[in-house]
């Protein structure tokens, strides 16, 4: 077979092996992925959709609430711009970075330590491996925090269903919510004791269709509940707004999944308008689900939205059927920062005993995760956490630092360094709501313990 091989690269071993660009035109990547079965665009946009639409879509309502209509509205838009720009650079540099190390595929922490390793300055190289860690440690955080955010949305909607509470009734009314997630904590277990996805992925297209069926009432309760769009507020408080910010990113954000799904492309080259494509749905959803969800319960909205929904018989089945397709969800989520955990601490342990060890630490995250939703369950808050400090950084900080860091050498800055200003103005964006959208979640977090 004529022209560059695949090198065999991988973590903590990533080299420039493209000095030039003619070099690094000279990998065909695509040609040596072995994919079983890769995705055509229609089938990549749909991933996407699925990869974003989880629990944080129903909370979407709560978040306009924060921040009034007028503000709400245009920034929703704003952050769904700045978020796809973002992550087109990110799959980009790991295009750039599959044809200079010489790779067929790559994870979010592998392109962000190749693009570190491969940078020209040694000085930079050699915190590597530190950047890596770092981005295994925030996606950590993120994916264990939204199995956590699942729990309180299982939790919430068992306890309205078993205590036939509407929407009307007080927060406190009813046994404590931390009763149920303690009642759950042995079948959320259980179902994370299950190791091969194929048996819940077919499950998780359910739940989508269940996601989408909970857009659609939102938009048909609201017109009854609300016909004239009456009562919105239009702004609140600053302080509101970098709550809204959190929740809001955290309902759109598919930054996690956007290299898997260009990995399993039959056509990489199409990514962009999958992207484009996908963040569109995405986009319209949010939407639809926060704009339409505040305006039919306004001031006395809850997360999930399917909460607010009246106590029918067929809004029952719906909002029975959410907590068992959130149950199957939160066990697909769990899986991926377990296997990330996992990597790190098999090497602890006899590899003859792995599989026993596996259901061990698969069972002790999974009470983990169960004791900070009981610790934590104001849902708002957490989402509001979540968004701010670890998609800040995963969908706004971090792709342009890694573009940065890929085109220094080659194309270069650009006349007057622009590349460098567009990436430190975009960075400082994101810095700025990672510090002030922490900050003001994490003392609504706080907020229990007062």
């Not at 695949?6 to 493209?18: D, E, F, V, Y």
């Not at 879509?57 to 245009?74: E, N, S, T």
Request: charged share 15%; proline share 5%.
């Amino acid at each position: 077979m004529s022209g560059p091989q695949p090198s065999g690269a991988g973590r903590g071993n990533w080299k420039n092996l493209a000095p030039s660009q003619a070099d690094e035109d000279a990998f065909d990547y695509v040609k040596f992925r072995n994919t079983a079965k890769p995705s055509g665009y229609i089938g990549s946009v749909a991933n996407m959709v699925k990869g974003a639409l989880g629990g944080g879509i129903l909370g979407g309502h709560v978040a306009y609430m924060k921040a009034g209509i007028a503000v709400a509205l245009p920034f929703n838009l704003i952050f769904g711009i700045y978020m796809t720009f973002c992550l087109h650079i990110l799959v980009l540099s790991a295009q750039i970075l599959y044809r200079r190390t010489r790779v067929t595929f790559m994870t979010y922490p592998d392109v962000g330590e190749a693009a570190m390793a491969c940078f020209p300055n040694p000085k930079v190289a050699k915190y590597s491996k530190i950047f890596r860690y770092t981005i295994d440690i925030i996606i950590g955080i993120d994916l264990y925090g939204s199995c956590a955010c699942y729990q309180i949305i299982i939790a919430k909607s068992i306890k309205q269903l078993v205590e036939n509470l509407d929407k009307d009734a007080p927060e406190d009314a009813g046994r404590d919510i931390r009763i149920y997630l303690a009642i759950m904590m042995i079948p959320v277990i259980l179902v994370c004791l299950i190791i091969h996805l194929k048996y819940l992925a077919p499950l998780s297209i359910v739940a989508n269709l269940i996601i989408c069926v909970c857009i659609f009432l939102t938009v048909y309760y609201s017109m009854i509940n609300n016909p004239t769009f009456g009562g919105m507020k239009l702004y609140t408080e600053i302080y509101n707004f970098f709550e809204f910010t959190g929740m809001i990113v955290f309902s759109m954000s598919c930054s996690g999944v956007v290299i898997p799904i260009e990995n399993n492309m039959e056509k990489p080259k199409n990514f962009p308008k999958v992207l484009l494509t996908g963040m569109t749905i995405i986009i319209v959803f949010t939407y639809l689900v926060s704009f339409f969800g505040y305006t039919g319960y306004l001031e006395k909205c809850e997360s999930p939205i399917t909460v607010n929904f009246p106590m029918t018989l067929w809004a029952k089945l719906l909002k029975g059927g959410i907590a068992i397709m959130i149950y199957v969800t939160h066990a697909l989520n769990f899986w991926v920062p377990f296997n990330l955990c996992f990597y790190y601490i098999k090497f602890l342990h006899d590899q003859n005993k792995l599989f026993m060890w596996e259901l061990i630490y698969r069972a002790f995250f999974c009470f983990l995760v169960s004791i900070v939703a009981i610790i934590f369950p104001n849902i708002n808050a957490l989402m509001g956490f979540l968004g701010a400090f670890c998609l800040s950084n995963m969908a706004f900080i971090w792709p342009n630092l890694i573009y940065l860091m890929v085109i220094w050498q080659r194309p270069g800055l650009g006349k007057f360094r622009w590349r460098l200003w567009r990436a430190v103005i975009l960075m400082g964006v994101g810095v700025f709501i990672l510090i002030c959208g922490t900050i003001v979640n994490f003392t609504e977090l706080m907020s229990v313990f007062k």
